[in-house]
């Protein structure tokens, strides 16, 4: 899939401006930067109970020249950190507990407007269950979840055994199968009986390894794949598949509940079209609005889950009633490969499809921002991820309404489709782990995919219609403070600002001074960080009417 992206990217490349939008320098004159700080609401937790802990949060922001926090008020699970008579409250998260009489967003906005810090709420939008814990009001509400398209494995083995091969890249169920393919697998658990399979592409066997021997990660084949079976299917492996015999793999479309499929790892997404989603959805954004005093609403995950989905009856019912009857349904939209990840193939009515599912987002944004306005208009904005060449998969379209079609197989039409003109401002996760472009050959990298490389395409994509702040990830920068620095300023130089992600990487590792560095906040001084572009409500819709 990459090849292909890549491909097309360098293909269209000469129909972009090579300049930055006119608003870059603009904000510069001015004085104005997004400095935002992302607090994810479960890894920050064990902090996000402590009310001194949060003070000190709050005023070392303000020490190192943050002039905004997003802080993560709805996490992925659907659970909240607020007092909500709709929502269920996070009580408890890998070991820590949530004191029963705490909210954490009041407890926040008390400590953060204290010195003047401004507060944004983040929803994960659609995300109502989290698949690793089995948990979420999507677990109690299987309707609500979106519909994933894609194919039950099973495979045989030489005696006619037959396992379902539905886990790729994580651990085998009890007396089960799994398959590694892009990740090492690892050593067994204490207590378990494991047995590993190399096998090539077409599924013969290599060698076969009995887990008491494995004590170190075991990496797939360039050429093949790793199972990993438990239990009895550990047994029988061990006992039928002797080297260079064959094993065999049938597969068979099937349309499941994401909590029940393979093509999403973690969160449970919901359908926007479902009339309880939609409205429990927008009644939660009004009762955060109405009762706490936040500085703006932040949006994360509002997509649908994959290209994969959502094939419910409700979806398609809304997708035949404008488009027309779809003969061979879900076939004619999409065909999933027979193995995870690997390529799936468009159908006939794909583009429409794609138009589709950005248009229902479009239109739930614009539903979100009229009850926020309901209540007092505040800055809105969105992280997205930023590959927007294949971000048409996820069913969001964040590009500016100037590129005519920038898909091939999506009509003219497609552009109307961009939501960005219903916000303010726009996160991108730059992610990668070369600052410049200048650096990128020191490591074999392409220039692209470096933050200032992306940060500037993003740029162009998105052509000035709201304010950007680049986000760059600590992560990946874990044990190299000065190239995190150095990411700070790609990302602040080629857009409006710079979104860090994420405050519990700041914190454990006392990055303060690395933040201060990047940002260019002088040393010791306080009460001079500028403002953001989005904290003078008349700056952007001054930009875009002076555009037409």
Known sequence: ???????WWLSVGVAFAQSLPPSVALVRRMGLEGRVMWVDATANLNWLVDRAQVRQFVRRCKEVGINCI????????????????????????????????????????EEAHAVGMEVHANINVLSEGHKMFHTGPAYENPDWQMVAYSRRRTLVLPDGSRYELNRFDIPP?????????????????????????????DLRVQAVIDGVFVNRPLAPP?????????????????????????????????????????????????????????????????????????????LDRMRWANVYTDFSERTRAAFEAEYGRVANWPDDIIRPPALPRDSYERGPRFGQWAEFRAR???????????????????????????????????GVNWGSNALARPYPFVSPNYRFTSYLLDMDYLMPGVYFNIP??????????????????????????????????SGVYALDYR?????????????????????????????????????RRGLGTPDGVVGEVPLAPHQLPSLLPSLRNGRG
Request: net charge negative.
């Open 1 to 7: 899939m990459y090849r292909v992206w890549l491909v």
């Open 222 to 298: 360039e050429n093949g794949w790793i199972l990993v079976a438990d239990g009895q299917a550990a047994q029988n492996l061990e006992r039928l598949s002797a080297l260079g015999i064959g094993l065999s793999l049938q597969t068979q479309p099937v349309l499941q509940p994401l909590a029940e499929s393979d093509t999403e790892g973690i969160a449970v997404f919901v359908n926007p079209l479902h009339p309880e989603v939609r409205n429990r959805l927008l009644e939660i954004i009004r009762e955060i609005c109405q009762n706490y005093p936040i500085d703006g609403f932040v």
């Open 70 to 109: 997003v802080l993560d008020v709805k996490p992925i699970s659907g659970h909240v950190l607020y007092n909500s008579k709709i929502a269920p409250k996070l009580t408890e998260w890998r070991g820590v507990r949530v004191p029963p009489d705490l909210d954490i967003l009041q407890m926040f906005l």
């Open 173 to 201: 169920p009890p007396d089960g199968i799994a398959a590694y393919r892009r990740a090492a697998a690892p050593v067994p658990p204490a207590g378990r009986f494991w047995a590993y399979a190399i096998l090539t592409d």
């Open 436 to 469: 410049f472009m200048s650096e990128a050959p020191l490591y074999d990298g392409d220039e692209m995919r470096t933050v200032e490389g992306m940060t500037r395409r993003v740029m162009e994509w998105t052509n000035g219609d709201l304010f950007v702040y």
């Open 360 to 394: 229902v987002i479009r239109d739930l944004l614009r539903d979100i921002r009229r009850v926020i306005e309901s209540v007092r208009p505040m800055p809105i904005g969105a992280y997205v991820g930023s590959w927007y060449p294949i971000y048409y998969e996820l």
């Open 479 to 515: 044990g190299d403070p000065a190239g995190f620095e150095r990411a700070i300023r790609a990302a602040r130089l080629n857009s409006h600002g710079v979104m860090i992600f994420d405050a519990s990487h700041i914190v454990q590792w006392d990055w303060w001074e690395v933040v």
